[in-house]
Structures are given as structure tokens and as C-alpha cells.
């Protein structure tokens, strides 16, 4: 069944009084992401103003072209009947809706949109209590609020909440003046990203933009300071840059004079009308066949240091393309750096583009994870709604401001395990990439916010994996939250990140310990320092997409919640899940598809595994820190559940929130000395003494393609064991792959009860040691599941043991099945039957 919609939001806009493709564009990526976020967008024009530029003379019907204008549009993106024109400029006439349907849809909206700020609030707007003012162009009312105007007081006063392009308003070198009045929050361009993309290569041809030249009004003082809004002033101060750059860069100019016009091309612009770009498509064309964009800002926006950025800029970043624009103080709340570049002056500005054009195919990816990082549909208008206290389908997080910190193509997928390795290119990426440095596009926390939600990680061990984690989680979660590290004496190296992380980012405090305290220690250092009323522990070998904490947060908000687990994509519990995913691009898709197909969903689990776990802090306060008896880890999660079961408070899986976790990123390290398996022994039994009670292996959901892959490896079990024939099965404790027909099928390795051991084999001395003993005791087959092929690469020396005792008699992609040397000729004698050997040949 499809989500139920969660109300109607209205958008009030200008597009029938400047219908050019820029600010239709801008106006439909509100619509579309608002539908998307599960509500029913429509769109109103009361703007009083004549629709003028679509008139071809005077005796035009205004009202009428403006209503088919408008019309087209919303057909044209699926939102036929969702609007209204009200002529106020003329008769007062509402096409579109009906006068009556206008009304009910202004009293019943969850939200009216005053978009630009471009219309006049009417009574029947600001009744709810729910119409909200949102800027694209800062500065000239912050000026007049300063000045003591009071028009603009009285406009602002019917809104509700307010928001601004402006988003470095807060930072202390933004020189525009702060309203005592009115809080303004900072928001930016949505994008729909789909609606964008665009053919993988960066095309051999122009950086471009699209402006208008000379618009010599709006001009502002401030303080006796006179600050300009027309563009050719500061298009002007970078003439040099095509003949410095030797790059083609080609203006698209609305207002461009003879005069003007020849000075640029006399400097090596090429220059172009705005009219060819006539309609919405041969826009986004113009962007997408383009190089770049390389642009400048308004006066206003570059010596005020507003953060304001371009609505058009966003289309380009989201087509994949990198954009070089002139520093206004986005890089403050935007990453600069690879995909997005500020400048300030021409040899910064040459410097960008040389950038570009040195790894274009670089740049360009880099340009898309800005893009769906920081202007995603659902990535702003959630954060939007989140400020109102409204709801959202939101697949993905608007707090985060920062892009994913490593390319979309890093690979995921490990080259052994146990101890887990990852592939070269991704070591190589996470070490060659530069330590964090305190510069102006790193997040900080507002001073005016309390904490929101605690991330406490421990770390110890090898530099990949924490950077991986601490680079994705800074990327991935708000402001307003804070990340609690929590070292166990890590190597110099490690050492070195996190000092230069904690110096970056405000959000990052770092305690380090002398020594090895051991999981659950650790774990408590970090929960006797949070400030959230959300806490999360998660361990540093895992990945996090956007998103992730702004729905655990929601989850753990249920008072019935006890401890929230994310989804992933390993372990032996509920929280495993399908996956098919090999790229952290893939992975970020994969979490946002899921997060929209289970919006708001979770199940209940018998455990929550502290990989990725969530609680409010007064379950803390109530359930107490972790039982440190478990000393390094393992069982620490399982004692926990239990202790806030016993309170009174549910154990859930949330079904929309997924997190990466390679698993075993640092105790996997200990499965070769056997180490990992003592640790294992020690602790179930301290958990088993503690609780008076046998311990359970974590139960695995139901998984069709597992359910399929283990009823492919019966058959071939079947196929190559004769009927009472003995099989051990190397498993993780899978009762499911013991389920052969006539067959008798152990776990292996098992412990004395005859159950899984519940961990692997140290060394292959101790496998072979093992089979020989099992073999005694009367198995003579031994089957490899497909997941358990791994055996074969980790245990160094398995593979010839095998081929020295044992003969392969069944293999296909579900597994491998091996028959003991010697127990042939046994079988045949005793049951006179043959049975399949590789490929389905008769075995001899």
C-alpha cells in the first residue's frame, strides 16, 4: 500500500509575472519535492502585479495568458488542477480553483508557502497561523528591518517562520544586519535531482552561465556603505580570465548592450542572447551540454558576506557539472573545494577552473555529490518542514551540509575477511586523502541551538576504517549534533586524524585513552559526555548515507521505543537485509530507496545489535551504562537488551534507516590467533552466568534470495550426499542448512552441546585438527555454503588439506560439497548408489 499524504501545502509564486525558464524551474523543484516529501503541493498566484512580459500589447487579457501559462506548466509536471491564478491585479477573478476551493484550501493547508516573498500577505493567507515566508534575494528587507522601516515590519508580521538564502547570516563575518524581531533560518535551492541528469562526460566545451547584464536598481546603503545589485559590475572585474585561462567561457546575457558586449568579446568572452533559451527544456539543455559554469554574484551578496547562492548554480551542480562562482560566504555552509569552487579574486578564479580541467571527469562527480548532498529535494524542503513542525517523507537529511567526503565509485566490497581487507583503491583513497583543516566550509554547531543527538564512536585500530566512519558521519548528520570519539589507544596515524578532525569540525570532541579500555569502557566514557537528548552508539567500521540520523531520531522519539537498530547489510540478526549494492554511490542510492519504501516502518527484534544503535537519553538514565564485565567485546548489546527489555521498553529494527557495516573491522583482526574465539567463550559464559540462562544465536530475518540460496545448497547437498551419508556444514548457525532429507547434517564448528561453536576457527591448524576428529567421529562429507566460501581464502593451507583428504563431489553457485578420502568406496558398498560429482558427471 502507498503512504497516506500527509496534507496539502500551498506555494505562493510569481511565475506568470517573470516566466523565464529560471525562475519556472525554481518554482516546479518546490512543488515536485514537496510531493515527493508526501504532501499535495498546489500552486497559488495573488500577487496583485500584472503578468506584463507575457502581454504582446496592452489589450491583452493578462488574466487569461497568465492562467494557460501557468496551466502548462503544472501539466506538464503531473499537477493538473493544482493551482490558481486570483486576479487581484484586475477583477479579482480565480481561475484554476474556484473562489470557494481557494478559500478551503488556504484554511485547511499544513503550510502556505509565501515563496520569494513576493506576495502581499492577504487575511485569508495568515489565518491558519501557518503562512511562511522564504526569500531567494537577501539583504534590501534585512536593510529596511535595520533601518526601523515600518511597511516591512508590517509585511513580515502575518508569517509565521522565516527563512533566507542568506545562510551565513549567523557567522560572524556576514556583515548583514540580524533582525531583533524576526528569527530568519537558512535554507537553500531544492533540487529534484532526477529531473537533471545528465550524459557521464564532461563535454569539450564552455563554462557558461546565464544571467541578466545591467539591472541598475535595488540598489542599498547601509551604514552610509552604498551596496549595488546589477551584475556587470562584477563581471567586469574579472575580464582577464578567459585570455588568463585559455578556457572558452560563454555568457548568456538578458539587458547586454552593443557597447557591452563588444568589451567582453574584446577580452575573449563569447556572448550570447538570453531569448535563445526561450522555454524550461532548452534551458536545462544549455546547462547540461555546457563545461561548467563560471559566474559571478551581486555586490550586495559578495561584500556582505550573505552565503546567498544561486538557484541556477544548483541545476548545474545537480546536471553534474562543477561550478566556479564568485564567494558571497557560501563556503561556510557549502564544501568548496572539488565540484564547487569560490573565488574572490582573478587568480583565484583562474585557479578554479585550471582545477577543473586538470581531472574533469573528477570534477564532474564531484559536482553530483554536492548536489545530492546539499540541494536534494528531499535533503531541504525535509529541513524546512522539520523547522514549521511538520512531517516529512524524507529520504534522505536536511541538517547535513556537506558532501559525501569520498568519490561515489569508492568500492565497498572487501577482498577477504577475518581479518576483513578492503581493495587497494579504497585503502589508497582513505590515505591519500588530505587531513581535515579548519577552514570556513567545515560545519559548527549554532551557539543558539541545544544538542540534538550524541554519536558516540569508539575508536581503535586502523586508520580506514575510522576515517571512513568519522569522514561519512561529519558528512551525514546536523549542526546541531554532536560526535563523541573515544580512542582506545590508537596508533600515531589515527592519533593525527582525529586531532585534525576535532580542530575542523566543532561538532567532533575526541577523548583519548591511554589504553585498550576495552568496547563497553569506552563506550561509557563517551555516554558520561553526551549533551543529546538522542544518543547513538555506532561502531567505526560502519558507512552512513544521508539521512540516517534524522530518522533514527524519529524512531527513538515513540516513547515505547526502548533501543533502535538500523538495517544493514551484515551480521546474524534481524537488522540483516538483501543488499546488492558494491560503490558508496550504490549504497547512498540503495539507503535513499529504502528509506522511502518503508518510511516510518520497524519491526520488533528479540535483540538490537550495537553496530548502529539508538536511544533517548532517558533510557540511559533509567537502564544505566553498559556492563563492563564484557571487556573487550561481544555480548555487551545482548546484556543490554535484555536490561532495557526489563525496564519496560521495546527493541526495534527501523525498516527505513540503513547503515554500512563492513563487521569485524577490528575484532575480525583477532580471529587468526584464535584470540576472537577465547573473547567469545569468556563472555558467553559471563553472560550466561549473569543471566542464569542459555545464550541464543541472533536470529536472521526471512530473506527470499537467502531462502532461495539455502534451498539450492539442500539440493545440491542432497544430490552429492548419499541418503545417510553425514555432512558437516560450515555455518554460522543456520539451522535452516541442516534441513537434508535422509541426510544427518552437523554444524560445524561446533561446541560441546552439538550446536554452533558460535565463532570461527583461530588457525587452519585448528580446522584441520577439527575435521579429523569429526571425521572419526563418523562425517564424511563437508559442505561449504556460498557464504561460507571464504574459508577457502582465509584459512591459508585449507584448500590443500582439502585436496589431500578429501575429493569434491558436488559444486555449484550455491556451494561446494567435499567427500573424505576413502569413505567412497564405504558408501557404495553400503548403499550400492552413485552420486553426483561436479558439473553432474557419475562419481566412480
Excluded at 169 to 198: G, H, I, K
Excluded at 571 to 600: H, N, Q
Aim: proline share 5%; charged share 25%.
Amino acid at each position: 500500500m502507498s503512504a497516506p499524504r500527509l496534507g496539502r501545502i500551498v506555494v505562493l509564486g510569481m511565475m506568470s509575472k517573470i516566466p523565464v525558464p529560471g525562475v519556472v524551474w525554481q518554482t516546479v523543484h518546490y512543488l515536485l519535492g514537496l510531493e515527493r516529501l508526501g504532501y499535495d503541493a498546489y500552486y497559488v498566484e495573488a500577487h496583485a502585479r500584472t503578468p506584463s512580459m507575457l502581454m504582446a500589447d496592452e489589450d491583452d487579457d493578462s488574466s487569461a495568458l497568465a492562467a494557460a501559462f501557468i496551466a502548462g506548466v503544472m501539466d506538464r509536471f503531473g499537477l493538473t488542477g493544482r493551482w490558481a491564478f486570483h486576479a487581484l491585479h484586475e477583477d479579482g477573478r480565480c481561475y484554476g480553483l474556484s473562489d470557494g476551493e481557494l478559500a478551503r484550501l488556504y484554511r485547511d493547508a499544513a503550510l502556505v508557502i509565501n515563496l520569494h516573498g513576493g506576495t502581499e500577505p492577504l487575511p485569508e493567507h495568515a489565518s491558519s497561523g501557518r503562512l511562511v515566508y522564504l526569500e531567494t534575494d537577501p539583504v534590501e528587507l534585512q536593510i529596511e528591518l535595520h533601518d526601523g522601516r515600518p511597511g516591512t515590519r508590517e509585511f513580515l508580521e502575518p508569517h509565521s517562520a522565516f527563512f533566507t538564502f542568506a545562510e551565513n547570516l549567523d557567522s560572524a563575518d556576514c556583515l548583514l544586519p540580524r533582525s531583533e524581531l524576526f528569527t530568519f533560518w537558512p535554507t537553500r535551492q531544492p533540487v529534484v535531482m532526477d529531473l537533471w541528469d545528465a550524459p557521464p562526460p564532461l563535454p569539450p566545451t564552455a563554462f557558461t552561465t546565464i544571467a541578466s547584464w545591467h539591472q541598475p536598481w535595488r540598489e542599498v546603503l547601509l551604514d552610509g556603505e552604498r551596496y549595488f545589485w546589477s551584475k556587470d559590475r562584477e563581471f567586469l572585474r574579472f575580464l582577464g580570465v578567459p585570455r588568463r585561462t585559455g578556457q572558452p567561457i560563454e555568457l548568456t546575457l538578458a539587458g547586454c548592450d552593443a557597447g557591452s558586449r563588444r568589451l567582453l568579446e574584446d577580452h575573449g568572452w563569447e556572448v550570447r542572447d538570453a531569448s535563445a533559451l526561450g522555454d524550461i527544456d532548452a534551458y536545462r539543455s544549455y546547462i547540461q551540454g555546457s563545461r561548467g559554469e563560471f559566474t559571478v554574484a551581486k555586490d550586495q551578496n559578495v561584500r556582505l558576506r550573505t552565503g546567498w547562492f544561486s538557484d541556477r548554480s544548483a541545476t548545474y551542480l545537480a546536471s553534474g557539472r562543477p561550478v566556479v562562482m564568485q564567494d558571497t560566504g557560501f563556503g561556510n555552509v557549502l564544501p568548496t573545494g572539488a565540484g564547487l569552487f569560490a573565488y574572490s579574486d582573478v587568480d583565484e578564479a583562474v585557479d578554479a577552473i585550471d582545477r577543473v580541467n586538470a581531472d574533469p571527469a573528477a570534477a564532474c562527480r564531484a559536482a553530483t555529490d554536492v548536489a545530492r548532498s546539499c540541494f536534494d529535494s528531499s535533503v531541504v524542503l525535509a529541513d524546512l518542514l522539520q523547522r514549521v513542525g511538520l512531517p516529512s517523507g524524507s529520504a534522505r537529511t536536511a541538517s547535513r551540509v556537506e558532501a559525501l567526503p569520498f568519490r561515489s565509485d569508492l568500492s565497498l566490497v572487501p577482498r577477504s575477511k577475518r581479518p576483513m581487507r578492503l581493495a587497494h583503491d579504497t585503502v589508497r583513497a582513505v590515505h591519500d586523502k588530505e587531513l581535515p583543516v579548519p577552514t570556513s566550509s567545515r560545519c559548527h554547531r549554532s551557539s543558539r541551538q541545544p544538542v540534538r543527538a550524541s554519536v558516540v564512536v569508539v575508536s581503535f585500530g586502523d586508520l580506514v576504517w575510522t576515517r571512513l566512519c568519522l569522514d561519512t558521519v561529519a558528512a551525514t548528520v546536523g549542526g546541531d549534533d554532536e560526535i563523541i570519539v573515544v580512542d582506545n589507544a590508537s596508533d600515531a596515524g589515527v592519533l593525527r586524524y582525529l586531532e585534525a578532525l576535532s580542530r575542523a569540525d566543532a561538532r567532533v570532541r575526541v577523548v583519548g585513552n591511554d589504553a585498550n579500555l576495552g568496547f563497553a569502557r569506552a563506550v561509557n566514557v563517551g555516554l558520561g559526555l553526551v549533551a543529546g537528548e538522542v544518543v547513538v552508539l555506532l561502531n567505526n567500521d560502519t558507512v552512513t548515507p544521508a539521512g540516517w540520523l534524522d530518522r533514527l531520531s524519529d524512531q527513538v522519539a515513540d516513547s515505547a521505543a526502548g533501543l533502535v537498530s538500523a538495517t544493514t547489510n551484515t551480521g546474524l540478526g534481524p537488522e540483516r537485509i538483501d543488499t546488492s549494492y558494491r560503490t558508496l554511490g550504490e549504497m547512498t542510492s540503495f539507503a535513499d530507496e529504502r528509506a522511502r519504501t518503508f518510511r516510518g516502518g520497524w519491526v520488533r527484534v528479540p535483540k538490537v545489535t550495537f553496530f548502529c544503535c539508538a536511544f533517548r537519553r532517558s533510557v540511559l538514565e533509567a537502564v544505566g551504562p553498559l556492563d563492563e564485565r564484557f571487556e573487550v567485546g561481544m555480548f555487551e548489546d545482548d546484556d543490554y537488551s535484555r536490561r532495557v527489555q526489563l525496564a519496560g521498553l521495546e527493541l526495534r529494527c527501523a525498516e527505513d534507516v540503513f547503515v554500512h557495516h563492513f563487521g569485524e573491522g577490528t575484532l575480525g583482526s583477532l580471529v587468526a590467533s584464535g584470540e576472537h574465539a577465547e573473547i567469545f567463550r569468556a563472555n558467553r559464559r559471563r553472560f550466561e552466568e549473569k543471566w542464569h540462562t542459555a545464550w541464543e544465536q541472533h536470529e536472521r530475518r526471512p530473506s527470499a534470495a537467502y531462502a532461495d540460496l539455502v534451498a539450492r545448497f539442500l539440493r545440491l547437498a542432497e544430490r552429492a550426499v548419499p541418503p545417510g551419508g553425514e555432512v558437516l556444514v560450515v555455518s554460522r548457525g543456520d539451522d535452516q542448512l541442516l534441513e537434508t532429507t535422509g541426510r544427518v547434517a552437523r554444524h560445524f564448528p561446533a561446541g560441546p552441546d552439538g550446536q554452533w561453536a558460535g565463532f570461527h576457527p583461530g588457525t587452519t591448524s585448528d580446522v584441520t585438527y577439527a575435521l579429523e576428529a569429526e571425521h572419526r567421529r563418523g562425517a564424511g562429507f563437508l559442505a561449504f555454503p556460498e557464504t561460507a566460501r571464504w574459508w577457502l581464502d582465509h584459512y591459508g593451507g585449507l584448500a590443500a588439506f582439502l585436496e589431500t583428504r578429501y575429493e569434491l563431489v558436488g559444486a555449484d553457485d550455491a556451494g561446494l560439497v567435499f567427500e573424505w578420502k576413502g569413505a567412497q568406496a564405504r558408501a557404495h558398498a553400503t548403499t550400492g548408489m552413485s552420486h553426483r560429482a561436479v558439473g553432474g558427471d557419475e562419481d566412480p
